[in-house]
């Protein structure tokens, strides 16, 4: 027989167990954009009021963007919410991984209210938090406050991708957010890069260098 159970959703139970240890600020964080050629890494922080918790919170890649939209309103009216990013020039300098751990700190620093305890997608709890923590693999989809962090970094780094193809367009960041589509490679052939583009991955680097050798 097929198995018919649901996918499992994000629930509160992490937050309630890190309470029951005596916590009493607990907030999520979440990063995107590791994978794409261009933009900043975005994370976001929140502490959720438990008593005013939005329905319908999940994996924010498990949503439409019109319900990530209207999930980032109601979450930014009721919750604690620090967005902060690391810059291209920054991913250069230290890659990918170290940048969105840094964004991390940086989302969490920036809480209006601190926290004491930090639920963290993934596997890496970022080095300088300076408080307990706890790393969940797939957190985006078990943790209600993870899950509320990937939808605000996800639609503010979307809109925030939208804006940048206005001013260069010919790479579909309005619907590629940055990943490495055929339409946004095409662009990098056609019309070089751009200060928004990470060097040194490799289809970047790649053009870059073809551009040298040609030029030399």
């Known amino acids: 027989m097929a198995n018919t159970d649901p996918k499992p959703t994000p629930d509160y139970s992490f937050e309630e167990a890190a309470a029951r240890r005596g916590y009493a600020r607990i907030a999520g964080v979440d990063e995107v954009g590791r994978g794409p050629l261009a933009g900043p890494v975005v994370a976001a922080a929140v502490w959720l009021d438990p008593a005013r918790i939005p329905e319908g919170l999940n994996d924010s890649k498990a949503l439409t963007a019109k319900k990530r939209e209207s999930l980032y309103d109601e979450i930014l009216a009721v919750a604690d919410v620090s967005i902060a990013s690391c810059t291209v020039e920054e991913i250069d300098e230290?890659?990918?991984?170290?940048?969105?751990?840094?964004?991390?700190?940086?989302?969490?620093?920036?809480?209006?209210?601190?926290?004491?305890?930090?639920?963290?997608?993934?596997?890496?709890?970022?080095?300088?938090?300076?408080?307990?923590?706890?790393?969940?693999?797939?957190?985006?989809?078990?943790?209600l406050s993870i899950s509320a962090a990937s939808i605000v970094a996800k639609t503010w780094r979307d809109r925030l991708m939208v804006d940048l193809a206005q001013h260069y367009p010919g790479y579909a960041w309005e619907k590629n957010a940055g990943y490495g589509t055929k339409a946004h490679l095409d662009g990098l052939r056609n019309f070089g890069v751009t200060p928004h583009h990470r060097r040194s991955f490799k289809p970047v680097h790649n053009i870059l260098y073809q551009d040298k050798n040609v030029s030399g």
Do not use: C, T
């Open 94 to 143: 230290i890659n990918i991984l170290q940048a969105s751990l840094r964004a991390m700190e940086r989302a969490v620093a920036g809480l209006k209210q601190a926290a004491d305890y930090v639920l963290v997608d993934g596997n890496k709890i970022p080095p300088a938090f300076g408080l307990d923590a706890e790393a969940i693999v797939k957190g985006d989809a078990r943790s």
